[in-house]
């Protein structure tokens, strides 16, 4: 393994890099970042969490020309999400490099007042939407002619069908895209995708697979089988019994999630949704939410969650099963990042194993079935807890402990409290029963005196 240097990096980006841990490249930035340096223009495939977005940042904040005010590069990303993730990343590795690169983020659903008046900072590296960026343009308020590094992050989405025509109507906006360098990158390479790209002028193909194309072996693989209609409840008794930090909980469909969400909340969990039709105030929300810890589960279709990156995801769950091997390592690359623990737990109804198996077969992985004792609410069950799951159920049983220590101090002092309060209640009784006044001389009692 080579280290940055040797792949001609700047020595400011490479102190920045080791400042976050980052000694050596990965195999996807080693064969990515030279070819980038060189003018190469390329299309790369690697699996998620393999550092895609470091491979074409580096040589693009290396390659910007700071005195230069005007747009040098721009990276689109099929989502919000992913957008705003790829501008941190690069604001990041700018300030720590002390490099003065602007970045902005543009993307559709947010003020574009705003943006245009943002515009105003002369960014030097944008991302963003193509809808958005497009209408910036032909608006006059976005100028493309110093363009010369393009990146599309997950390419496959933005050159497939749905996002297609405005990936195209930006390339055609760029004034000089035949002198474009472009960067492609994703996990995986649809033949649809990659053969509109060859529209964009000779491509480098990089594919990654070696060890890094392989799931983590610290990420461990479990089904579950059970009917369709028992799918939503099985997850709540997975969520309570496995003692779930932050789990992801993917579903294929749209119109499955507000009945999901409303099962899953009626049972007590803390849940939310991540789906593409939510504005962007509420997947921001539900993002914040889900980062600080105050959601449990997140409910995600395929496309809003393809990307994220976050921190202490320790349970995948495959309420719906993925359509293809590469589906289901996307979703599974959400979990045991950075040597982390994880696990993806894949609900199956019996007509759904053999696609499984096929599954499994194609990933080189076992998938290993969840066990269980038989119990109606798999109470007895012994789940794969993670090193969080574990930690939290002991940090339960000590506030149990403190709790029912406090219960028992409380209960003596009420106690001795009420023997102190029946003392001075009998000093009371006593002392009314003495200055009680007389009473009146009966009829009686005058004749006798």
């Given at each position: 393994m080579s280290d940055f240097k040797a792949l001609g990096m700047d020595e400011r980006l490479i102190a920045a890099l080791a400042a976050q841990g980052i000694d050596e490249p990965t195999d996807v930035q080693a064969a990515v970042v030279p070819a980038a340096l060189a003018g190469?223009?390329?299309?790369?495939?690697?699996?998620?969490?393999?550092?895609?977005?470091?491979?074409?940042?580096?040589?693009?904040?290396?390659?910007i020309k700071e005195e230069d005010r005007t747009v040098q590069a721009v990276v689109l990303a099929p989502t919000y999400e992913l957008a705003m993730q790829i501008a941190a990343v690069a604001r990041d590795m700018s300030q720590r490099a002390g490099l003065g690169i602007r970045v902005q983020g543009i993307i559709g659903g947010a003020n574009i007042a705003r943006q245009?008046?943002?515009?105003?900072?002369?960014?030097?590296?944008?991302?963003?939407?193509?809808?958005?960026?497009?209408?910036?343009?032909?608006?006059?308020?976005?100028?493309?002619?110093?363009v010369h590094y393009v990146v599309f992050d997950e390419f496959d989405r933005l050159l497939g069908d749905e996002l297609g025509a405005d990936t195209a109507a930006f390339v055609r906006l760029?004034?000089?895209?035949?002198?474009?360098?472009?960067?492609?990158?994703?996990?995986?390479?649809?033949?649809?995708?990659?053969e509109r790209a060859e529209s964009l002028g000779e491509l480098t193909r990089i594919e990654i697979k070696d060890e890094e194309s392989r799931l983590p072996e610290n990420l461990r693989h479990y089904y579950v089988v059970t009917d369709f209609r028992d799918k939503i409840g099985r997850v709540r008794r997975l969520a309570r019994r496995l003692h779930i930090q932050r789990g992801l909980v993917f579903i294929n469909r749209l119109y499955d999630a507000e009945k999901t969400l409303a099962h899953l909340r009626y049972d007590g969990l803390n849940v939310d949704t991540l789906l593409g039709s939510q504005g962007k105030q509420d997947r921001q929300s539900a993002l914040a939410a889900f980062r600080a810890g105050r959601t449990t589960l997140l409910l995600s279709t395929d496309?809003?969650?393809?990307?994220?990156?976050?921190a202490g995801i320790d349970y995948v769950i495959n309420l719906d099963l993925p359509d293809d091997a590469a589906q289901y390592q996307h979703?599974?690359?959400?979990?045991?990042?950075?040597?982390?623990?994880?696990?993806?737990?894949?609900?199956?109804?019996?007509?759904?194993?053999?696609?499984?198996?096929?599954?499994a077969q194609s990933l080189g992985i076992t998938i290993k079935k969840l066990r269980r004792e038989a119990s109606a609410d798999d109470s007895h069950q012994k789940a794969p807890e993670s090193k969080a799951a574990r930690a939290a159920k002991k940090a339960q049983?000590?506030?149990?402990?403190?709790?029912?220590?406090?219960?028992?101090?409380?209960?003596?002092?009420?106690?001795?409290?009420?023997h102190r309060n029946q003392g001075f209640q009998g000093l009371h009784a006593h002392s009314r029963k003495k200055q009680a006044p007389a009473k009146p001389a009966g009829k009686a009692d005058k004749q006798r005196h």
């Open positions: 190469q223009s390329l299309i790369a495939t690697a699996p998620t969490g393999t550092g895609k977005t470091l491979a074409y940042l580096l040589p693009i904040l290396q390659q245009i008046t943002k515009l105003k900072e002369k960014p030097q590296l944008v991302v963003g939407s193509a809808g958005r960026i497009n209408e910036l343009v032909r608006k006059n308020k976005l100028r493309l002619p110093a760029l004034p000089d895209r035949a002198a474009c360098q472009y960067l492609l990158v994703s996990a995986t390479a649809p033949h649809k995708a990659v496309l809003a969650a393809r990307g994220l990156d976050i979703r599974a690359g959400r979990t045991a990042r950075a040597g982390a623990d994880g696990a993806v737990i894949t609900l199956v109804a019996p007509p759904e194993q053999k696609k499984l198996a096929g599954i049983r000590a506030a149990k402990s403190q709790r029912t220590h406090v219960a028992a101090q409380a209960r003596k002092a009420k106690a001795a409290s009420r």
